[in-house]
């Protein structure tokens, strides 16, 4: 399915994407952060904790190197309580995620992780490799309702065209 090369990849431009949503973001007013935008997590603030909340507890199941999020998922959405933490925090994560990648090989990838999982309160059990596909869909996923959100507010959004990464991310 996938192969090691391919999660590098993907940890370089999500961190490459949450560089870009930082410096866009920085200065925009809390309140407009926070506005209902008819979403499905509401909010640019909540989506962002969201993706953050999620990224978190992933990697938690990926590696021992990475705690799980200090709130419950019924909290997600409040995961940091402002922009300048969530950026801090933010930073911290995609740091983790390429240092994971950077250090994963292709033959970790065909093994099985097993977890329990809160949403469905069962243990789960999954290839590695599609866990990891999840981390990063997801990531994209929500990161799209955020460009739409800035969009929609009249803000700039950021280029999110693999193609179009820099190299040297």
């Not at 866009?24 to 499905?40: H, I, N, Q, S």
């Not at 990648?101 to 093994?111: E, F, M, N, Q, R």
Request: glycine letters at 6%.
């Amino acid at each position: 399915m996938i192969d090691a090369g391919y999660v590098r990849t993907m940890a370089r431009y999500n961190a490459w994407q949450n560089r870009q949503l930082t410096e866009m973001l920085t200065g925009v007013p809390d309140e407009d952060l926070r506005k209902d935008r008819g979403a499905f997590f509401g909010s640019i603030m909540a989506t962002l904790n969201h993706i953050l909340w999620g990224d978190t507890i992933w990697m938690s199941r990926f590696t021992p190197k990475v705690a799980p999020p200090s709130v419950p998922a019924e909290q997600h959405r409040e995961l940091t309580p402002t922009f300048a933490v969530w950026s801090a925090e933010r930073f911290r994560m995609d740091g983790k995620i390429r240092l994971w990648a950077d250090s994963l090989d292709t033959v970790a990838l065909k093994g099985q992780l097993t977890w329990y999982s809160g949403m469905t309160q069962r243990d789960m059990a999954a290839p590695l490799e599609t866990c990891v596909v999840q981390l990063f869909n997801h990531q994209t996923h929500h990161r799209g309702q955020v460009h739409a959100m800035m969009t929609a507010a009249g803000l700039p959004a950021p280029v999110s065209d693999l193609p179009f990464m820099p190299k040297d991310d």
